[in-house]
Structures are given as structure tokens and as C-alpha cells.
């Protein structure tokens, strides 16, 4: 099983994760070109894939690089955790910003900014959560940043390809009324897969269980 961070994150954020008796690897994210497609960024990581995948999980920005990944591995299953499985799943007003290209207004280095606002957006309210993120944005890239924003917004894929689709009921980047989300956390929010790690922990041995029982 392969664990695909989000947006400007990395293996931290899967650090409370326990999947005792899964093995499991992390995917790093490696620097975009510019004006990348996120298809040919997705074939500059296959050589991080070193076995046949039988599952990817995506968190955020991850749920869409795994759906591109898997039109490689077309035998792996995809698992989404607080992301999309199509465009349609973004709010209207995410699909407008990326239609306009407002998002390019913003630098790198201004996603990056540490603010309560975007604290609040991500569901970060816990002082432990909030260090670790606030650790996470001050060591992301502003370019994968810049160039992973424009992606999400304006990617094309369809969500043929999950299998199961795990999101808060008080996700507020993806808000979860706009998805088909499967697997409901009551009180989750975008960063969940720490503040609620437990409980993630929990549906995913028991999600992989039954799949592969």
C-alpha cells in the first residue's frame, strides 16, 4: 500500500496513523516543472513505486496524484481520504477560482503564510495539530504549492476509479456536501488524518480487512 500526503505535506502527517500488520510506504513529493501537467509529474514518480501497488491511499491533493497513478497500475485500488474523486466534487466557488485562474494571483510564498484563517479552512485547532502543521507549511515548496493549487482546481479526471472515499462532515477546503463521500468522520475536519488519526486507523485495518479477506 502506497500513502500519498497532501497538498505541500509529507510523512508527517501520516504519523498517527497505526496500521499494525499493513505494510505500507510513503510517497515524497519531488520539485514540479513549470506549467507541469499533473500526468507527467505522476510518471516522474513511478520510480518511487518499486512493487506492484495493491492500494493507493490519497489524502487531499494525494487523492488526485493516486487516480492518476492507478491509469498505471489499473489493478490497484484507490482509497480517498478528505479529497475529491472528480472536479465536480470541489465547491462552485473552488471550480470558478480555477476557471478564472484567480488562484494564480497568489504566490507560493503567500500559501505558505501562517495565519489563523488558514488554520480554521484546514480544521487545525488542537496546539499539538496546529505545531505540526504550522512545522509542515514553513518546510513546504512554494512552487509544488503554487503548481499543486492550479491542478486540483482545474483537473479533469473522473471518480471511476475509488474504491472508497473517507471525509469529515466539517471539512471546510472540500466541504463534504459537495462529494459522495462513503465513510463520514462527525466531526472531522480537513486535517484529520491527524486529529483524528485513531479513528482513521481504525476504518482503514478494518476497510483492508474485508477487501482482501
Not at 519531488?30 to 490519497?58: N, S
Not at 509542515?136 to 471518480?159: H, M, Q, R, T, V
Amino acid at each position: 500500500m502506497y500513502l500519498i500526503p497532501g497538498l505541500g505535506a509529507d510523512y508527517r502527517v501520516f504519523e498517527q496513523l497505526s496500521l499494525s500488520g499493513i505494510e505500507y510506504r510513503i510517497l515524497e513529493w519531488i520539485h514540479p516543472e513549470k506549467d507541469e501537467p499533473v500526468e507527467h509529474y505522476v510518471r516522474r514518480l513511478l520510480p518511487q513505486i518499486t512493487e506492484a501497488p495493491e492500494y493507493f491511499v490519497g489524502l487531499s491533493f494525494g487523492g488526485v496524484v493516486g487516480a492518476e497513478l492507478r491509469k498505471h497500475f489499473p489493478d490497484a485500488k484507490l482509497i480517498l481520504i478528505s479529497s475529491i474523486a472528480n472536479r465536480g466534487e470541489l465547491p462552485w466557488w473552488s471550480r470558478l477560482g480555477g476557471a478564472l485562474r484567480i488562484n494564480r494571483l497568489f504566490s507560493g510564498k503567500f500559501l505558505k503564510h501562517r495565519n489563523p484563517v488558514i488554520r480554521w479552512i484546514f480544521g487545525v485547532s488542537k496546539g499539538r495539530d496546529t505545531e505540526l502543521f504550522n512545522a509542515i507549511l514553513k518546510d513546504s515548496d512554494p512552487d509544488f504549492l503554487y503548481w499543486a493549487f492550479d491542478e486540483i482546481l482545474n483537473w479533469k479526471g473522473n471518480g471511476a476509479h475509488r474504491i472508497h472515499h473517507i471525509h469529515g462532515r466539517k471539512d471546510r477546503l472540500i466541504p463534504m456536501r459537495f462529494t459522495t463521500a462513503d465513510i463520514r468522520i462527525e466531526d472531522g475536519g480537513h486535517f484529520m488524518i491527524v486529529s483524528h488519526g485513531k479513528e482513521i486507523s481504525s476504518i482503514l485495518t478494518e476497510m483492508l480487512r474485508r477487501l482482501d479477506a
